[in-house]
């Protein structure tokens, strides 16, 4: 079993910033890819960024250039830095990972979400 835990959600001006933090922990082997989504009210959940275990990232349009993810390997653990945010950025973060889990008897991919946190963002 792998749990995500995030946290860094609320409240906040147009303008402002926001840091979300995601950390995975259980019988976690490796993590391959951690990534942020979003969905707002209405929408389809879209990837906000994403990063692999070697470091490469990804983001979505909307977002490059306001928004950096990083991570910490070490704590199996990712960061998600939003800066100017805007009120179209107003919708429930999830934080998703993807990799390997295990113990002495089984392998097994995994890919799961956390619960997703609210960011709310007024003009």
């Known amino acids: 079993q792998v749990q995500l835990v995030e946290s860094g959600g609320g409240l906040l001006q147009a303008g402002g910033s926001l840091r979300l933090s995601c950390a995975a922990s259980?019988?976690?082997?490796?993590?391959?890819?951690m990534g942020w989504y979003r969905q707002a009210p209405g929408k389809r959940r879209e990837l906000v960024a994403a990063?692999?275990?070697?470091?490469?990232?990804n983001y979505a349009d909307s977002v490059r250039g306001r928004v950096t993810i990083s991570r910490d390997a070490a704590k199996n653990t990712v960061y998600l830095q939003m800066n100017s945010l805007k009120p179209e950025d107003t919708a429930v973060y999830y934080c998703?990972?993807?990799?390997?889990?295990?113990?002495?008897?089984?392998?097994?991919?995994?890919?799961?979400w956390g619960q997703g946190t609210q960011v709310t963002v007024s003009s």
């Open positions: 990063i692999t275990r070697h470091g490469s990232t």
């Open positions: 259980g019988s976690i082997l490796s993590i391959d890819a």
């Open positions: 998703n990972a993807q990799g390997v889990s295990g113990a002495s008897d089984y392998v097994l991919p995994f890919n799961y």
